[in-house]
């Protein structure tokens, strides 16, 4: 018999918490291109996964609306793509104020902020 594997290196997906995220680039370490929608508030993920680095990564899009976000958590994120070339990070809710100014959000991307 042959097996025909298919290898995801795009994916497009609305996940519901931060830790789903996490799970998904350990489950996934191939992937080039990434755009996720967190959806949901989420609690703290395992510790064993925050620092596994996945290095193919090139593309990454980062969308959430219902997040709290802080510097910590998007720091432990950007840990783990060291490789990437785009990085697109749309929060609607930031309570950490190294996040904020005058009301707008920003993030500059330096390796590991």
Same mark, same amino acid.
């Given at each position: 018999?042959?097996?025909?594997?298919?290898?995801?290196?795009? /994916?497009? !997906?609305?996940? $519901?918490? @931060?830790? =789903?995220? +996490?799970?998904? @680039?350990?489950?996934?370490? #191939?992937? $080039?291109?990434?755009?996720?929608? &967190?959806? +949901?508030?989420?609690?703290?993920?395992?510790? =064993?996964? #925050? *620092?596994?680095?996945? @290095?193919?990564?090139? *593309?990454?899009? @980062?969308?959430?609306?219902? +997040? !709290?976000?802080? /510097?910590?958590?998007l720091? /432990?994120?950007? $840990?783990? &793509?060291?490789?990437? #070339? $785009?990085? &697109? &990070? #749309?929060i609607n809710?930031?309570?950490?104020?190294?996040?904020?100014? =005058?009301?707008?959000?920003?993030?500059? *991307?330096?390796? *590991?902020?």
């Open positions: 018999m042959i097996y025909a594997i298919h290898i995801f290196e795009k /994916l497009t !997906n609305e996940l $519901k918490t @931060l830790n =789903d995220l +996490h799970q998904l @680039l350990t489950v996934l370490p #191939q992937l $080039k291109f990434i755009d996720v929608a &967190i959806n +949901h508030r989420s609690t703290k993920f395992p510790e =064993d996964m #925050q *620092y596994i680095s996945i @290095l193919t990564i090139r *593309y990454f899009r @980062l969308r959430s609306s219902a +997040h !709290n976000w802080n /510097l910590d958590e720091r /432990l994120i950007l $840990k783990r &793509i060291p490789n990437v #070339q $785009k990085l &697109i &990070i #749309q809710i930031a309570t950490d104020t190294r996040l904020t100014m =005058d009301n707008k959000y920003f993030l500059i *991307y330096h390796p *590991y902020l």
